[in-house]
């Protein structure tokens, strides 16, 4: 018996929150390709892209917002506080070509 070939892991994040419209987009197309992950921000972290929080306690919260077939988690970290607890936390670190995050729409 051949073994079934394991679905490929996606970890999303962005840094508009959990509730931003994009990330759903992305949520919506990327599971199409495997399993899905979210590991976002509790609330807009813009601009805090390299940031990582030092002087507080991080918090992770299980979610269903994306319905009970995807996995995830908002965070009261910044967006690079949600990637390492995905990988580290949540996928026992797994390692990832690219996590994926939505851009921006134009104004």
Same mark, same amino acid.
């Given at each position: 018996m051949i073994p079934?070939?394991?679905?490929?892991k996606i970890l999303v994040t962005n840094d508009d929150s959990i509730m931003a419209p994009g990330l759903?987009?992305?949520v919506d197309v990327a599971k199409k390709f495997g399993e899905? *992950?979210?590991?976002?921000?509790? =609330?807009?972290?813009?601009?805090? /892209?390299h940031a &990582?929080?030092?002087?507080?306690?991080?918090r992770l919260t299980k979610?269903? *917002?994306?319905?009970?077939n995807i =996995?995830?988690?908002?965070?009261? /970290?910044?967006? &690079?506080?949600?990637i390492k607890l995905g990988i580290n936390k949540i996928l026992n670190n797994v390692v990832f070509p690219a996590p994926l995050f939505p851009t921006n729409p134009k104004l």
């Open positions: 079934k070939k394991s679905a490929i759903k987009v992305l899905v *992950i979210v590991v976002a921000p509790h =609330d807009a972290q813009s601009g805090m /892209g &990582v929080t030092v002087n507080t306690h991080l979610t269903s *917002i994306f319905g009970e =996995d995830s988690y908002t965070s009261t /970290g910044t967006p &690079v506080d949600c």
